[in-house]
């Protein structure tokens, strides 16, 4: 069975998406989180704008935002030039670049998940931990959080999930580069370009649904097992 | 403890003043609607008064002319709600010392094990809270303020979710906290049996006005 053998090219492509995909939401969490707890619980000038930016990943066409990231984080961007000159570092075709396309474009289902949970927290809860003692900060992370964190699970899940299937962003700010930026999409979508390329991407498609499944289940499996600990 | 509070709730005009008995029990009574918890969550720092003055021992809590207005964690008073939130995350364990664990070991007037005892908390110890019936919740909040070994206790109808058995169970607990403590409680309810077992000292409460 040849079949199910992975050729160096796309097990490279599946490992750098699951790279890529890690890191993007863990780099994008404690932002998500934060962002989430300002738009349900805080009252702003602007809360409304900051809303619609998080959300414009979710309505805009994917290859916009690359095209985007690519005006504003190219060598010679104002983003891209500011980090280049004090940090020597470069988004634009290198998987780094991969990485922060694919943060953005999970980020609205991020903030969304995690904020659904923070309005179901029990703010009575919070106004009890301060009557005994716990500042603001000490009661966000002991009360706040932990009874949130199913939504951080599933909201950390999706963006896994989204950040995986990154393409149109991807493609547009980082290009396909294979062995560098070349993420499971895009070899997928690149071996349906080549004779002969049908069986490589049969076995990316079957990769892909096997790492959704399985990113699905735990998530599943993690989020009930924490809502049956609250009794919810 | 000296309250002395204004504030516009809707259609409820609330002025209320009074002095708490500091050695014992003080009963906030009226009808439900008079602003008994309004005024209890003023004293705890949850709701701040249009105007007026909260302190207590020797401390002030609010003082609007001197624009003090002490965060409630910062109050030193224990809160025990009428529907005990505990915190359903934690073990009982883990929610009697939540608030005992931030104050400083040299503070600690009120021991764990006491308190254990005292309210019969043993049994279920490690337990979660949902696991606990409406009685035994009730005895880990107000063991839970109580180990934070605060300047006043707040009771918001305790009782008011449990039946007339558990009721008389627990009366005699509150009446023993602030005998063998010395802790000064701030009791409110809206019926007067409960209110007669544990103290002569009412506060009577209508539409937001003292009347008694």
């Known amino acids: 069975m040849d079949f199910f053998h992975l050729s160096m090219a796309e097990l490279e492509a599946i490992r750098l998406s699951l790279r890529v995909s890690t890191w993007a939401v863990a780099l994008s969490l404690p932002l998500g989180i934060g962002a989430a707890w300002l738009l349900s619980r805080k009252r702003f000038p602007g809360r409304q704008f900051l809303d619609g930016l998080i959300h414009l990943p979710l309505v805009l066409p994917p290859v916009v935002i690359g095209y985007l990231l690519l005006i504003g984080f190219g060598r010679n961007g104002i983003f891209g030039s500011f980090l280049y000159e004090y940090f020597g570092l470069t988004l634009a075709f290198q998987w780094t670049g991969a990485v922060l396309a694919a943060a953005i474009m999970a980020f609205p289902l991020m903030v969304r998940a995690i904020r659904l949970s923070l309005d179901n927290v029990d703010q009575n809860l919070e106004a009890a931990a301060r009557t005994l003692g716990a500042g603001p900060i000490r009661v966000f992370f002991t009360v706040t959080l932990p009874l949130a964190l199913p939504g951080v699970i599933t909201g950390s899940m999706l963006a896994f999930a989204r950040c995986l299937g990154e393409f149109g962003a991807t493609i547009m700010f980082v290009s396909n580069i294979p062995g560098q930026t070349q993420t499971l999409p895009l070899a997928l979508y690149t071996l349906t370009q080549v004779p002969g390329g049908e069986q490589g991407a049969m076995r990316l498609c079957l990769f892909a649904i096997v790492i959704a499944m399985l990113a699905l289940l735990g998530s599943e499996l993690l989020a009930r097992r924490y809502g049956k600990l609250l009794g919810g | ?212």
Do not use: W
């Open chain 2, 1 to 212: 403890m000296q309250v002395e509070v204004k504030r516009k709730l809707g259609a409820l005009a609330l002025d209320v003043s009074f002095g708490g008995d500091p050695g014992g029990v003080t009963a906030l009574f009226g009808p439900s609607g008079a602003g008994k918890t309004s005024v209890i969550n003023m004293v705890a720092g949850l709701l701040r008064p249009d105007q007026g003055r909260i302190s207590i021992g020797g401390l002030c809590l609010f003082d609007s002319e001197r624009g003090i207005d002490l965060p409630p964690d910062k109050r030193r008073i224990g809160y025990v709600f009428q529907e005990g939130r505990l915190f359903p995350h934690l073990s009982v364990r883990s929610n009697l010392t939540y608030g005992m664990k931030l104050i400083p070991i040299a503070e600690h007037k009120v021991k764990l094990e006491e308190v254990v005892d005292l309210l019969g908390i043993g049994p279920f110890f490690d337990r979660r809270p949902r696991l606990l019936s409406g009685g035994e919740k009730q005895r880990v909040a107000i063991g839970r303020a109580l180990l934070t070994s605060p300047e006043a206790l707040l009771m918001d109808e305790p009782l008011a979710s449990l039946d007339a058995e558990r009721k008389q169970e627990l009366l005699p607990f509150i009446a023993r906290i602030s005998r063998e403590f010395s802790i000064p409680i701030l009791y409110v309810s809206h019926v007067m049996e409960e209110i007669s077992q544990l103290t002569d000292h009412v506060v009577l409460l209508r539409e937001g006005r003292v009347v008694a």
